[in-house]
């Protein structure tokens, strides 16, 4: 369960930005849309958040951030010493290009709460933190700062909170690599929960990538998994009657047929690897005898939501947390609101699963599945900075009419155009 993702001086994120999954204790509506954690003195979560804005006001950029604090955790102790952390800090000003940038999560697994985040350069770590608060009592289990002008390190790690091989964790632990990944790697038992919260709970679609419809298909050769994904396409009114798979050899397609991400890769040695292709069966009007149709004469929205089957019914069957870029790509808004509903809908997330996405669809302002505290906005600040903030900021009334006030700018977030007055 995610309360809060925190990042500051990381691409065009300047000052410390903080998405909270907190729900407001001043709302009353739509009570569905939220969770109870059962950790005491904790306020209910939200079940889902849509972050609005213009384009290039930051928004992917918020997933970025997340996906990279993401692979850092589950990867740096896998490098080698000297190697540049692939990250980039805010560049348009002379302040922020050569200092760390900023990561924390705080979250809830097995019933705890934790806090975790880290500060690193391309160079190496400059500090890393966590705190657990069992029973709401905060320890904190382990500190690592550098400081820069002695060149020096300083450690604290807790010995009643992390029993074991501390000083041989510490010591495997290179400048440019995270402590609880180096722990993790020489088996520390205390650490786990922390890491698998990143490793098992938290997944994050790469901005502007496809979404590979290859978890899907492989859901689909088993029988049962097969009729998951056939119940949801067909939730969603696509009159599908059911899913073929054929294995094929890449050696035995054209060129034409091969799906576009491995075409520029195909070479002697792959031309015996196989793919597997599918067929959406539907019927003839007139005849009702099945008719299977190419995959390339699938419209994109009906390639994509067969894509998401996969990754929705494991959201919602492993209560994961997901960050997505702009879910309504290629999708008619009401297919995005049925998503949605899915997530916010307690009747099927039993497992307080959340989602977190950036949209472009406004119209959602205005639908009645999301609270006034689950719309968020990103706008970018005189200064170039990306700002977030929630549209609740504003002191929202009940039933204000979000959509328009929204494109009236009175929540920011808008794209400044100017008239074009030609060439």
């Known amino acids: 369960m995610l309360i809060e993702f925190s990042v500051s001086n990381y691409l065009s994120f300047c000052e410390r930005q903080t998405l909270t999954m907190a729900a407001s204790g001043s709302y009353r509506e739509l009570a569905d849309n939220t969770f109870s954690t059962d950790v005491p003195k904790m306020p209910k979560l939200l079940r889902s958040t849509i972050i609005h804005g213009a384009n290039a006001s930051g928004k992917s950029n918020l997933i970025r951030a997340a996906l990279f604090m993401w692979d850092f955790v589950l990867n740096s102790a896998k490098g080698q010493e000297g190697d540049a952390i692939d990250l980039f800090p805010f560049l348009l000003n002379t302040r922020n290009a050569n200092e760390p940038s900023i990561f924390e999560m705080i979250f809830v697994e097995e019933g705890v709460r934790y806090q975790y985040g880290f500060a690193a350069t391309r160079e190496r770590v400059h500090h890393e933190w966590l705190i657990a608060y069992p029973k709401n009592r905060p320890q904190r289990w382990f500190e690592r700062y550098y400081d820069a002008s002695t060149n020096q390190e300083s450690w604290t790690l807790h010995k009643k909170f992390l029993p074991g091989n501390r000083e041989v964790w510490k010591d495997a632990t290179r400048n440019n690599a995270l402590f609880l990944s180096t722990a993790i790697q020489l088996n520390s038992l ?67 047929d091969l799906p576009e991400e491995v075409r520029s890769a195909l070479v002697k040695e792959m031309s015996s690897q196989e793919v597997l292709e599918v067929r959406l069966e539907r019927s003839m009007a007139d005849t009702g005898l099945p008719v299977l149709l190419p995959w390339e004469s699938e419209s994109r929205g009906t390639q994509k939501l067969f894509a998401l089957a ?25 297919l995005v609101r049925f998503l949605i509903g899915m997530i916010n809908d307690p009747k099927l997330n039993t497992t307080c699963a959340q989602l977190i996405s950036t949209t472009h669809d406004t119209a959602l302002l205005d639908n009645e599945i999301f609270r006034r505290d689950q719309f968020w906005m990103v706008e970018k600040s005189g200064d170039r900075c990306s700002e977030l903030y929630p549209v609740s900021d504003f002191d929202v009334e009940k039933g204000e009419p979000l959509q328009k006030r929204y494109l009236d700018g009175h929540y920011g977030g808008l794209p400044a155009l100017k008239q074009f007055e030609g060439w």
């Not at 919602?316 to 947390?321: A, D, E, I, K, M």
């Open 190 to 256: 205390p650490l786990r929960p922390v890491f698998d919260w990143f490793d098992k709970r938290l997944r994050i679609f790469r901005p502007h990538s496809e979404i590979s419809q290859d978890y899907s298909a492989t859901l689909c050769q088993d029988a049962s998994g097969r009729l998951e994904v056939l119940k949801f396409l067909n939730q969603a009114d696509l009159d599908i009657e059911d899913i073929k798979l054929e294995t094929r050899a890449l050696g035995d397609l054209g060129m034409e």
């Open 310 to 334: 996969w990754p929705w019914i494991n959201l919602l069957r492993q209560g994961r947390v997901l960050f997505m870029d702009e879910m309504d790509t290629s999708l008619h808004h009401h």
